[in-house]
Nanobody, 115 residues
Framework: QVQLVESGGGLVQPGGSLRLSCAAS????????MGWYRQAPGKERELVAG???????NYPDSVKGRFTISRDRPKNTVYLQMNSLKPEDTAVYYC?????????WGQGTQVTVSS
């Protein structure tokens, strides 16, 4: 069974930075794609960063230029570097991994941006 374990969330002031980590139980290159999603209270879960097995990345306009997704193959870990954080970035952030017929989720990590 695939396990995704997120870490790195916390409280940060507006304008600050955080780096989230997602450690997978197997090779991250066994997935077609991986990504980070977030869900704020009362809102739907949304994609904030995605990376394919080939290394292509995509971001919504709301985070483009501020968030960066990357991966470390030997560590089987995917990262989300978040800079210039805004209060509206406050949410639970989830790691996601996809294979052809399966989708996996981590347990989520809380990110709170507040002064």
């Amino acid at each position: 069974q695939v396990q995704l374990v997120e870490s790195g969330g916390g409280l940060v002031q507006p304008g600050g930075s955080l780096r989230l980590s997602c450690a997978a139980s197997g090779s991250i290159f066994s997935f077609n794609a991986m990504g980070w999603y977030r869900q704020a209270p009362g809102k739907e879960r949304e994609l904030v960063a995605g990376i394919t097995s080939g290394g292509s990345t995509n971001y919504p306009d709301s985070v483009k230029g501020r968030f960066t997704i990357s991966r470390d193959r030997p560590k089987n870990t995917v990262y989300l570097q978040m800079n210039s954080l805004k209060p509206e970035d406050t949410a639970v952030y989830y790691c996601n991994a996809q294979r052809t017929f399966s989708t996996y989720w981590g347990q989520g990590t809380q990110v709170t941006v507040s002064s």
